[in-house]
């Protein structure tokens, strides 16, 4: 294989849903005697993506589907793509916990893998007892372990509970643990998920800095799944997206989180008025479309963290002579309003000159951007106003926009923790001496 660590070759995982059997028991044999013969099953020929989108037909599901990539000895890859979309089936295979339903998978080295928490530890025995079984799982002789054993136990900080078996562990203390396991023993690739959710922030920084150093620093390969953009952009020079069980490109991972951007799976945003649920009815004017918009990629309701949000609202206006106001409440998850906005010249940063205006009767659209490197990286939603003069007659849509604000690591090369607020401005700093 050369200086390939990881070969990866028409490599397809399915699952049976439901009944394991065909249904027959001619189909049965049938099954057996191609699985004797080293055939492919012929009865899982016939499925369909893992798409949770929509509602399926088939009983059979492609986790992955004819995935092929080469990995090298020594890079750090991030596995990105949205929940379902393969990425832990993947990281199974390559480590070995479950085997691929057709292709294969060609590995170089000794694989130490991070997967859920829970895997690869006895939970009767104890931390120690359970550092000498991952040790010589890997192949590792008693003395070998006995050599990282000490930095292990540093790494992971839990020195006190050493001696006591691993089911008493907290989630956290149990991953501490599984990572410095996984991180120091001699072992060629290193696969780790997002079980590191589960840490502190020290701690997850922490990992991180361990993983680019067993890459640069060791020469050893290193894959990592993660939702987090800017822990993937930090460490991974290349990444893998996947999207319903399928690769969709390997590249650099700065194109590949922008991919993953564009390519959401939220594509909605935009609602059109028989879909609009109006909380307050005007007889002035009424909603026809809302819609949020990207500079680069149109309707959308994804948008980089860098990326300007472009709501735009077109009303239909029932009265000669009516003044509208168009207004929107931006919103969190939690229902906390993060700020409110209209088009008065006071508190637009542009003039619109139809404010105010008694309005001929017809459509209207009013737009209102929303920066970028404003909002974290959250999801948001909407309410939506046309205000007339009477404000008691005002038209009203809650909840009627959703959309993600994502990570591109773009803010977070010297910080990968959880960046606090709702919003995620960025300011202007500087520090100059002062004479005492």
Known sequence: MGNIAIKVEQLSKAYQLGDFGTGTLSRDIERKWALIRGKEDPFLKIGETNDRSKA???????????????????????????NGAGKSTLLK?????????VGSVKIKGRVASLLEVGTGFHPELTGKENIFLNGAILGMRKHEIKKHFDAIVDFAGVERYIDTPVKRYSSGMYVRLAFAVAAHLESEILIVDEVLAVGDAEF?????????????????????????????SNLCTKSILLKHGQLQTIDYTSRVIDNYIRTGENNDGQINSEDIIV?????????????????????????????????????DVYQDGATIQPSIHLLDTLDTCIFATFSAPSAS????????????KGRYKS????????????SYKINAFLVPEDISDM????????????ETGEMRKEYTGDWWGVVRPKLSWSTQPVKT
């Open 56 to 82: 399926g037909t088939s009983d059979v599901v492609w986790s992955l589907k004819d995935l092929n990539f080469e990995i090298e000895q020594g890079e750090a890859i991030g596995v990105i793509g949205r």
């Open 367 to 378: 737009t209102c951007i929303i920066p970028g490197n404003y909002l974290n990286d959250k």
């Open 349 to 360: 940063a542009t003039i619109d000159t139809y404010y105010k205006k008694p309005l001929e």
């Open 279 to 315: 909380k307050q009815a005007s007889t002035k004017a009424g909603f026809h479309t809302l819609r949020l918009l990207s500079r680069s990629k149109g309707i959308t309701a994804d948008f980089a963290i860098n990326e300007d949000i472009i709501v735009e609202i077109e009303y």
């Open 93 to 101: 295979v390559l480590s070995r916990v479950t085997v691929p339903t």
């Open 204 to 232: 997850q920084k922490k990992c991180l800095g361990k993983m680019g150093e067993v890459s640069k620093g060791e020469g050893r390969t290193v894959l990592f799944v993660s939702h987090n953009m800017a822990a993937i």
């Open 395 to 406: 038209a009203v849509a809650e909840n009627v926009l959703a959309f993600t604000v994502v």
